[in-house]
Structure formats: structure tokens, C-alpha cells
């Protein structure tokens, strides 16, 4: 193997690694400016002045001009671009290094006005300022990892009672001293969470990421209303589902995804002869009607979520914290390490805050208008779903519509991404290659396995030296063809580390969603999704309203798809009434008529007499 100073001599103005660590270090102290937080106004009157400066910075043509000089090649001053603008968190031992975003000085300062804005903004929100206002609603998720810093001392006792009794739930459960009421194993040894969107995707994420080999609880999801899957996940229990813990995860209370898996484990745990209530916990807003739903039927606990944490950002809430906990994950460490990075994107100078670094190449990246994708790759197996995890964090959170003052901007960064190298066997060919219509964000971890553990399969070299390989091979030959990229490089996985990516990420998107002036908090285009889903379930009850009457009058009469749609009044929605009986009759759904007239309407006999072609011949 190359000794480290041949490995040097490659750079000439360095010499062997003591040399690197001194230049690395010289340019970036930590001391952190502290920044002097003014009374600014509230978060619209900010974001007036973010937008009254966007007609002057907001010029993607200048963006293009400025990209126009192409990507800086030459080796020596890529090292150099790499050193002034690589961002060390010594302690938490990440590192962002941004120097492969080709963003160009005029650039940076032209952007300068926003980001103080932004900074504003943030310590606004963070003083409880009504940063949703859409919603009405104060955006707390950074107070659940310090209390202190919530604006009044009721929430302060709120968290921290929380976290105590998180603590304390889950260490009852894995000692034994809460235990299911019949379990061959005498204590609970699963944890089946029912939840979707950000009361699934964060737990998820965590789960993969950090519960050891053998946890004293073995976490799995129902995270849909797809009945197969919520059969196979209770299929799986088999036995064990009497040593199940059930975790409901809803802020709403009222998700029907949610409420549905519900019920569906309440119906298998009855078929079981379990008593549901001795094993079911409650995660959501005080007084929903999940919340009421377990206080009544007397759940064994029942822990809060807080409207000021939103789905999106509530992994370091109950909602992800106990579940985490029940799994053996160190919950104290998750919240140090988002603590600890909170502080250092707090900074209000550009370059010692890596959220804002990351929200400055995403906005050069994309044009400030998510004209390129955010592709996410973690060389880690344990990091698989961070991705999957950004996507809600980051595209619900900034593909909005419409800005802070109103105009129209169909905003967003769109997410995707698995893990390296894997990937390289899947899909890079088109990002090396094909449409430039992305930028990488590679996750690096550099310990490749616990000390001790290494293992060489080849003279001086190892697994973990092929994925290192990988990540660095991909990154510069993705480079080399002008495709830009952010490296994100930690230690290890460890819940300091997952703690402090999660918090990076979250302000990351806070501190762009200011720099494209939009609020980052609410989701209303996720209520249209669901108001149309109780628009389709409405009609599915007048089609069989209809068909139930038809096979009372006649069973033998066969109604056409446009008298059954004109009895529904709703001649418009032909298709869909197709639509919902293809549906029915495929899963055997036989109408049984009201009452005791007419036999029972095979959906399909009847699906057989309405083929499209016959209606339109
Ligand atoms: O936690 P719940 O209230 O059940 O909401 C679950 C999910 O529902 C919607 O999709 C929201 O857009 C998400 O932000 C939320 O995480």
C-alpha cells in the first residue's frame, strides 16, 4: 500500500498528515459567531423583505450566466476550492464539503442578503415566533432537543416531562416490569408501530439505521391501508403478536391509513383472544379522537404530540423517540447530536453554518425553482432510508404552490435516492451519462466497521476500502462530466450522528424555504389527496345503494354503467363508478341486498355484462 506521504506528495503544498490536519484546520476556527439577535418583526414582514429583494437576486438568467464559466477542472484549485469551503464539526466529527457545487463568489455575496434575512427569520421562529402562518401554528421542532429555548416555561415542563416519561415507558418495557397480560415470553418483545407519512418515515429511518442486531424490541410497520400488508405484517407476529407492543403514531388522530391498521389489529388481536387495550399505546395531539379513543378504552399509555412539531420534523418528539428507546437506541444521544447541530446552524455566517451551506447549493443547484433533483446516496447499508426520509422532509415541505406573498411559484426540490454502491448497479448510468437534471448529495460514513472487526480480502484491502472507492470513483467521474455534488461525510452511524444529520437537514430546508420565501410548515395540497379519496368512497356508497336497489327490484335486470351513473346523479363520474365496481367485483364483493328481498348481486355477472367495448359498440 502507497505510504500516506506518497499519497501527499500528489498535493504538493502538503506534506504527510499532520500537514493536512493544520491546513484543514487553520482556515476554519469554530469559534461561532455569535450572533446578535435583533428584535426583527415577525416572519412576514422578513419574508416582505426576502421577497421585496428577490426581484434582484430571484434572476435565474443570472444564475445561468454565472454557470456559463463551467465547473472549475484544475486539480490544484479544486483542492484549494475544497479546503477554503470544506466545513468541519469537530466534535460531531460531520464534515460538508461543498467545493464539487460549482456556486461562484458573486454569486455567494449576491445571495448574502437573503441569507441574513433567513437567519432572521429562523431566530424569529425559534423565539416562538407564528412561523406557519398558514396554519396559525409556532414551529417548535428545535425546542424538543434544548427546552430552554421555548418561548415559555409551560412547554419547557411539557418536553422535558415527555422525554422523562419516554425514558421511563421504555425502560419498564424492556426490564419486564410492563409486560403483555398473556405472552409465552413473558414480557414484550415486538413493537408493531401503525402510522404513515412523518408518524412512519422517521421511525423507519432510525430503525434501519441505528436498533442494534438484537433489540430488545424487533420493530416493524403497517404504515398503509393496503389490507395484503397488514396481513403480512400480522401474519409474521404470528404467536408473538401476544408480546406485541402496538404503537398508534397519528398527530391528527384522524388519519384513515392509520385509523384503518387500527381497526385491522384490533380485529386480528380479538381473533386472537388478546385484550387490545393492555398492549396498545397512543401517540398523538391531546383530545383527538385517537387520544380519546385510547383514554377510553384505557390503553396501557399514552404519550402527547405537540402542534407546534410537524409530521415531517417530529423524529425527535415522542414519535420517534419512543420507539427508538423501545429498540435500545440511545434517544439522550439523538437529541445531543441534533442539539449540538442546531448550535452550529445557528451561526449567521454563511460558512460556519452548514444548513446554510446546503440551502446555498441547493439553490445553485436547482435555479432557486427545483430545476434539478436532489439524489441522494448514502454509501451505508443503515442509512438506505434517509433518502425515503428526506423525500417527505424536503418535498413536503417546499413543494408549495404558492409564496409568502401570495404569488404562484410551484416550488419544491424533488428527492430520490437509495444507497451506494448499489446504486451504481442501477440507475447512475443515466446520472453519469444521460439527462443533467440532478445533483448527488453522497452520505459518507468513513468507519467502515466496529474497531477490530476489520477484515482484509485482499492484500491491503478491505470491503469498506471498495466502497470508499466507489463513492469517491462516482463522485469524480460524475464531476469530470460536469454533474455537481455535496459530500456529507460522519464518523459513524451512531444515534449522535443520525441526531445531528436529521437536525441539519431540517434547517437546511427552513433556511431555503426563506431564501425562496415560502412557509416550509404547512401541507394543504395534501388535503385535496385526501378530500378526493372521501369524494371516491362516497360514490363507491351510491353505486351500491344503486346496485342493492337494482337486485331488489329485478335480480335478473342488468343496469348499464350510465344508468347506474345517472341513478348515482352523477353522469359524470362514468369511469370512476367502472372504476370502483372493477375494483369491487375483482376482490369478490357480492352485494347483498338490504333486507331480506333479492338474492345476492355477483358485482361479477354483472362487471361481465358492462365490458367497455359492448358499451361504446
Ligand atoms: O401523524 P398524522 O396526523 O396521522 O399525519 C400523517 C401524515 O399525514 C399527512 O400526509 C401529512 O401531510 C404528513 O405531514 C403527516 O405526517
Given at each position: 500500500m502507497a505510504s500516506l506521504s506518497g499519497l501527499c506528495s500528489s498535493f504538493p503544498s502538503l506534506k504527510p498528515n499532520n500537514k493536512i490536519g493544520a491546513e484543514l484546520s487553520s482556515f476554519r476556527k469554530d469559534s461561532l459567531a455569535v450572533s446578535s439577535r435583533s428584535n426583527s418583526s415577525f416572519k412576514h414582514s422578513v419574508a416582505r423583505e426576502v421577497s421585496a429583494d428577490l426581484s434582484k437576486t430571484n434572476d435565474v438568467a443570472g444564475l445561468k450566466k454565472a454557470k456559463q464559466g463551467g465547473l472549475e477542472k484544475d486539480p490544484k484549485a479544486l483542492w484549494r476550492r475544497y479546503v477554503d469551503w470544506l466545513y468541519q464539526h469537530k466534535e460531531l466529527g460531520l464534515y460538508l464539503d461543498v467545493s464539487r457545487i460549482g456556486f461562484s463568489d458573486e454569486f455567494v455575496s449576491e445571495m448574502e442578503p437573503r441569507f441574513q434575512a433567513a437567519f432572521k427569520a429562523m431566530q424569529e421562529l425559534e423565539r416562538g415566533a407564528v412561523a406557519n402562518p398558514d396554519e396559525g401554528r409556532m414551529v417548535g421542532?428545535?425546542?424538543?432537543?434544548?427546552?430552554?429555548?421555548?418561548?415559555n416555561p409551560f412547554l419547557q415542563v411539557q418536553i422535558d416531562k415527555t422525554l422523562a416519561a419516554i425514558c421511563d415507558f421504555a425502560d419498564s418495557v424492556i426490564s419486564g416490569?410492563?409486560?403483555?397480560?398473556?405472552?409465552p415470553e413473558g414480557r414484550f418483545t415486538q413493537i408493531l408501530s401503525v402510522g404513515i407519512g412523518g408518524s412512519a418515515l422517521g421511525p423507519q429511518f432510525v430503525a434501519e439505521a441505528l436498533a442494534p442486531d438484537n433489540p430488545p424490541l424487533k420493530i416493524r410497520f403497517i404504515d398503509n391501508t393496503d389490507p395484503a400488508g397488514i396481513d403480512h405484517q400480522i401474519a409474521q407476529l404470528g404467536p408473538e403478536l401476544a408480546s406485541t407492543l402496538v404503537i398508534v403514531i397519528s398527530k391528527s388522530g384522524g388519519t384513515p391509513e392509520t385509523r384503518n391498521g387500527l381497526l385491522e389489529v384490533q380485529k386480528a388481536f380479538r381473533e386472537a383472544g388478546l385484550d387490545f387495550a393492555k398492549q396498545g399505546v397512543a401517540i398523538t395531539q391531546e383530545n383527538s379522537l385517537l387520544d380519546n379513543t385510547a383514554r377510553i378504552e384505557g390503553w396501557v399509555a399514552r404519550f402527547p404530540m405537540f402542534d407546534w412539531v410537524g409530521g415531517r420534523t417530529s423524529e425527535m418528539s415522542a414519535v420517534g423517540l419512543l420507539p427508538a428507546a423501545l429498540q435500545g437506541v440511545d434517544i439522550r444521544e439523538m437529541l445531543v447530536g441534533a442539539s449540538m447541530m442546531d448550535e452550529a446552524t445557528r451561526s449567521t455566517v454563511l460558512r460556519k453554518n452548514p444548513a446554510a451551506l446546503l440551502a446555498l447549493c441547493w439553490y445553485w443547484a436547482t435555479d432557486g425553482i427545483g430545476s434539478k433533483d436532489m439524489v441522494v446516496l448514502p454509501y451505508k447499508d443503515s442509512l438506505l432510508l434517509f433518502s425515503r426520509y428526506l423525500q417527505q422532509l424536503v418535498m413536503e415541505s417546499l413543494g408549495k404552490e404558492f409564496d409568502l406573498d401570495g404569488n404562484r411559484v410551484n416550488q419544491g426540490i424533488s428527492v430520490y435516492g437509495n444507497k451506494g454502491s448499489t446504486d451504481q448497479h442501477a440507475y447512475i448510468q443515466q446520472l453519469r451519462e444521460g439527462v443533467h437534471n440532478f445533483f448527488v448529495t453522497f452520505i459518507e460514513v468513513?468507519?467502515?466497521?466496529?474497531?477490530?472487526h476489520d477484515w482484509e480480502l485482499e492484500p491491503g484491502v478491505t470491503c469498506g476500502d471498495y466502497l470508499f472507492g466507489m463513492l469517491q470513483g462516482t463522485r469524480s467521474a460524475l464531476y469530470a462530466n460536469n454533474r455537481e455534488s455535496i459530500t456529507v461525510t460522519v464518523q459513524e452511524v451512531t444515534p449522535r450522528s443520525v441526531g445531528a444529520l436529521i437536525a441539519l437537514y431540517e434547517r437546511a430546508v427552513g433556511i431555503y424555504a426563506s431564501l425562496v420565501n415560502i412557509n416550509a410548515y404547512h401541507q394543504p395540497g395534501v388535503e385535496a389527496g385526501k378530500k378526493a379519496a372521501g369524494e371516491v368512497l362516497a360514490l363507491q356508497k351510491r353505486v351500491l345503494a344503486v346496485l342493492n336497489e337494482a337486485s331488489c327490484e329485478d335480480p335478473a335486470e342488468s343496469l348499464t354503467l350510465q344508468e347506474i351513473a345517472d341513478r348515482c346523479h352523477a353522469p359524470d363520474d362514468i369511469e370512476m363508478i367502472y372504476k370502483i365496481i372493477e375494483h369491487m367485483a375483482a376482490n369478490d364483493r357480492a352485494l347483498i341486498a338490504e333486507g331480506d328481498c333479492g338474492s345476492p348481486y355477483s358485482l361479477k355477472v354483472f362487471l361481465g355484462e358492462c365490458n367497455v367495448d359492448e358499451l361504446y359498440a
Open positions: 421542532h428545535y425546542w424538543l432537543r434544548n427546552a430552554k429555548l421555548a418561548p416490569k410492563i409486560k403483555p397480560p398473556s405472552s468513513l468507519r467502515d466497521r466496529p474497531p477490530g
